[in-house]
């Protein structure tokens, strides 16, 4: 759910209109330049608050069937003097007739942009109490001589009720401009009028959004105006919704998945799972699907797809993961694999691919060492044995050699370019650095917000 509130006077919203700010607003976000949504449970709990159903489940279930979290919904305010209407409507009148028409379906599936409203500060709570809520508000302003100054260019065309100004909107039809009319309520002291009565409210609606505005200089060029009010809305503001971290690794052998996939589930206190390791515990802990697993894991063959995910599925479907969180390394290996996930309901929230060249992943895993008395494992560069007893008692792995890591690099290099694809929020990381500086970089994406993808 996305939300962006302009505040301005009325004739600065007369020459944004005429000047195509707010039809380019919404066109940019239409094009895909929308606003990273927040997390849907949030937008759901907010709406429980506000309506109390007398059904919770039916009405959430409502709620996740819209699909309407990443709507744009867009709000343009400002005091009246537009000149399209003198009427005085009540203000419970208002807030009703708005909340009948953004309830529409278009409204709910595409957005909407609300120009105008709230003027004061008993409209702006009555649009809370409806349940609109705006999580970006633009302050627009300009000083009142340039606005009053501007503000005599707005021409009326008496026929067709449509605005236009004689800088930023002059209509190119010869018969439109010669019965364009310049309204009556924009003599100078009738636009003093109205700014003082604008100066005066907006105070109180500024306190009401002051933690999500953001003030915007509109004495420039439209489309430099339009730029500044597209980056503030393309920002989320820090959520308090709750965020449990599914993460997922992605890397060569030897790109150091491991040892971050540990600092991570350290730190934030997630199950740190290795597919391969978990598979393993399978069969040593005798279970039944670890008798089914065993004959693979002993003959070195690929353990079936279906055994893999259904012990996966148990093992993420536990209390631990679910109110912990995870990092899993070691699968999908493959687009197949991430389907069968995602048709599982095992979806993560954070996508990590780690890079490595060739020449470190052969130095990192050919050059490793086991003591076969101690358990204990060592590097000849990096972490060569402390006594040469030790030294010629090391013993290589056998998937160590170079060889076996070459078939190794070739199955996960035919399949990493279809995962990144799959996997397109993801973020990539240059896994031949300080094992620490990746931590951080690592640690920077999981608690910032996740990029919004293009419909």
């Known amino acids: 759910m996305c939300h962006f509130c302009g505040l301005c006077s009325p004739q600065l919203l007369s020459i944004l209109h005429s000047s195509g700010l707010v039809r380019?607003?919404?066109?940019?976000?239409?094009?895909?330049?929308?606003?990273?949504?927040?997390?849907?449970?949030?937008?759901?709990?907010?709406?429980l608050l506000i309506h109390k159903p007398d059904d919770p489940i039916e009405f959430m279930i409502n709620h996740l069937k819209q699909n309407n979290d990443d709507a744009p919904r867009i709000c343009v305010l400002g005091p009246p003097a537009s000149g399209k209407t003198t009427v005085k409507i009540p203000n419970a009148l208002w807030a009703n007739l708005i909340q009948e028409r953004l309830s529409n379906v278009d409204c709910i599936k595409q957005g909407w942009i609300l120009e105008g409203f709230p003027e004061n500060q008993e409209q702006a709570w009555m649009l809370q109490s409806s349940g609109i809520f705006p999580r970006h508000v633009v302050m627009l302003y300009a000083p009142d001589t340039v606005l009053i100054e501007r503000s005599g260019g707005k021409r009326l065309d008496p026929l067709t009720q449509e605005v236009f100004h004689t800088t930023f909107d002059w209509p190119s039809d010869p018969l439109v401009q010669e019965r364009l009319v310049k309204p009556e309520d924009l003599s100078e002291q009738e636009v003093s009028k109205k700014l003082l009565e604008y100066h005066r409210n907006f105070p109180e609606i500024f306190h009401i959004y002051q933690k999500v505005l953001k003030s915007i200089n509109a004495d420039q060029p439209s489309v430099d105006v339009l730029s500044q009010v597209l980056a503030f809305v393309?920002?989320?503001?820090?959520?308090?919704?709750?965020?449990?971290?599914?993460?997922?690794?992605?890397?060569?052998?030897?790109?150091?998945?491991?040892l971050q996939a540990a600092l991570i589930a350290q730190?934030?206190?997630?199950?740190n799972i290795c597919c391969g390791q978990l598979l393993k515990e399978a069969v040593a802990d005798n279970t039944k699907l670890g008798e089914l697993v065993k004959p693979y894991i002993d003959s070195g063959c690929p353990v079936p797809n279906n055994l893999v995910l259904k012990l996966l599925t148990e093992r993420l479907s536990s209390l631990d993961c679910l109110s912990h969180g995870w990092v899993l390394s070691g699968f999908p290996r493959d687009v197949e694999q991430g389907e069968?996930?995602?048709?599982?309901?095992?979806?993560?929230?954070?996508v990590f691919f780690f890079n490595l060249p060739y020449e470190s992943i052969m130095e990192r895993l050919s050059q490793r060492r086991t003591d076969p008395v101690?358990?204990?494992?060592y590097h000849t560069t990096f972490r060569p044995a402390p006594?040469?007893?030790?030294q010629a008692r090391l013993r290589q792995n056998p998937k160590d050699e170079e060889e076996n890591i070459e078939k190794r690099l070739n199955i996960y290099y035919s399949n990493v370019k279809?995962?990144?694809?799959?996997?397109q929020d993801a973020f990539y990381v240059n896994a031949d650095q300080d094992p620490y500086v990746i931590f951080e970089f690592i640690e920077s994406c999981i608690i910032k917000p996740l990029p919004c993808r293009k419909p």
């Open 418 to 423: 279809a995962l990144e694809d799959f996997y």
């Open 234 to 258: 393309q920002t989320r503001h820090r959520s308090a919704a709750p965020f449990t971290p599914r993460i997922l690794f992605f890397g060569p052998p030897g790109s150091g998945k491991s």
């Open 24 to 47: 380019n607003l919404w066109e940019c976000l239409r094009e895909g330049s929308s606003c990273p949504a927040e997390p849907q449970i949030q937008n759901m709990l907010e709406e």
């Open 387 to 390: 006594t040469p007893e030790i």
């Open 267 to 271: 730190k934030y206190d997630v199950v």
């Open 374 to 377: 101690t358990g204990e494992r």
């Open 340 to 350: 069968q996930l995602q048709k599982a309901q095992i979806n993560p929230n954070r």
